[in-house]
């Protein structure tokens, strides 16, 4: 059974920084790409990143492109979310997925989210 879990997620002012990490297991990973997305209330969830496991390739997202960067740790089957400049419209739910490419309708696998709380 395929598990991801979230943490990281936290409160932090305008400016600041964050590390989300998510912990992957159940099954391998090679061939996947593994990605972070995310929701704010009242709105679609949004693609921020993703990166191919066997190949570190990586692609973001405009909005985050500069700020947020991803990475992994195949020995520890885990991947980051480094978040820098945070702003206050970075608040929302962070989920990270298994799957293929960048949309939500290609992903396999969630985890159960992390707040980001960003305060002006």
């Known amino acids: 059974q395929v598990q991801l879990v979230e943490s990281g997620g936290g409160s932090v002012q305008a400016g600041g920084s964050l590390r989300l990490s998510c912990a992957a297991s159940?099954?391998?990973?090679?061939?996947?790409?593994m990605g972070w997305f995310r929701q704010a209330p009242g709105k679609e969830r949004e693609f921020l990143a993703t990166?191919?496991?066997?190949?570190?390739?990586?692609y973001y997202a405009n909005s985050v492109k500069g700020r947020f960067t991803i990475s992994r740790d195949n020995a520890k089957n885990t991947v980051y979310l480094q978040m820098n400049s945070l702003k206050p419209e970075d608040t929302a739910v962070y989920y990270c997925?298994?799957?293929?490419?960048?949309?939500?309708?290609?992903?396999?696998?969630w985890g159960q989210g992390t707040q980001v709380t960003v305060s002006s």
């Open positions: 997925a298994v799957g293929y490419g960048s949309t939500s309708g290609g992903q396999q696998y």
């Open positions: 159940g099954r391998a990973f090679s061939g996947y790409t």
């Open positions: 990166i191919t496991w066997s190949s570190g390739h990586t």
